[in-house]
C-alpha cells in the first residue's frame, strides 16, 4: 500500500490581493506561509514518512513543500519540479483583479473561465511574445522553460487542457513511484491537483466543477498495487 498526499501551495500575495495568478511567480503571503507550516504540522502528528517529494517551477508551491516538509522533519527525502505541475495558465487574465474582470467582462462570463472545464479564457496575443507586460509574460521569456518546447508552452489554458499537460508527468513518474509501494507528496496548485484528483477519482466533467481543494490542507489518498483508490482523508487541525 502506497500513500500520495496532495498539498495545495499556502495563499499567495496575488491570492490575497485577489489577481489572477496562473504562471506568474508570486511568493506566499504571512498567512500562506502559515498555511504551509500547519500542513507540516498535520503530517507530522499523522506520522506519513515520505519517499519522493514533487512541486511546480513556481515559487509559492516550491516554498510550501519545503516549510512543510520542515515541520514533519523530512527536508531530506528526494525532490523533483515539474512545469507540468504548474497551475493552469489564465492567458490574458494573468496580473488582472478577479472583481475588475466581473465588472468588465460580466460575472457569468468570468465564472465560465474560472469554473468551466473546457471553456479558455482570454489567450495571450502574439504580442506578448515579444513584449513584456505585468502578468502575461510568455513562458518562452523564463529560464526555467528552457528546456520545454515552445510549442508546448501555453497562450491560456482550462482545467481540460491542464489535465492534458499534467497526466504525462502522472504516468512518468508519479504512479510508478506508488506502484513501487513509495509515499508521495505533491505540493502544487488549485487547478494542477483537482486535474490529478479528477482522474485519480474518476470524476466527470460536470462534477470536477464543483471539487475545490483548500491552501494548506492536505488530502490523503490510499493505493493499493494496483492503484486503486482504498481510502481518502483530507486532513485538518482537528484530525
Known sequence: MAKLVLIRHGQSEWNALNLFNGWVDTKLSDKGIAQ??????????EGIEFDQ?????LTRAITTLHYALEEAGQMFIPETKS??????HYGALQGLNKADAAAKYGDEQV??????????PPLLTEQAKT????????PAFDRRYADVPEGQLPFGENLKVTLERVLPFWESNISKDLAAGKNVVIAAHGNSLRALVKHIEN?????ILGVEIANGQP???DFD???KVLSKNVLTSEN
Open 225 to 227: 498495487q494496483d492503484l
Open 219 to 221: 488530502l490523503v489518498y
Open 131 to 138: 513584449v513584456e507586460v505585468l502578468g502575461k509574460t510568455y
Open 203 to 207: 470524476i466527470s466533467d460536470d462534477d
Open 36 to 45: 504551509a507550516k500547519a500542513a507540516g504540522e498535520m503530517l507530522a502528528k
Open 83 to 88: 512545469w507540468r505541475l504548474n497551475e493552469r
Open 111 to 120: 465564472h465560465q473561465w474560472r469554473r468551466s472545464y473546457d471553456v479558455l
Open 53 to 57: 517529494a514533487y512541486t511546480s517551477v
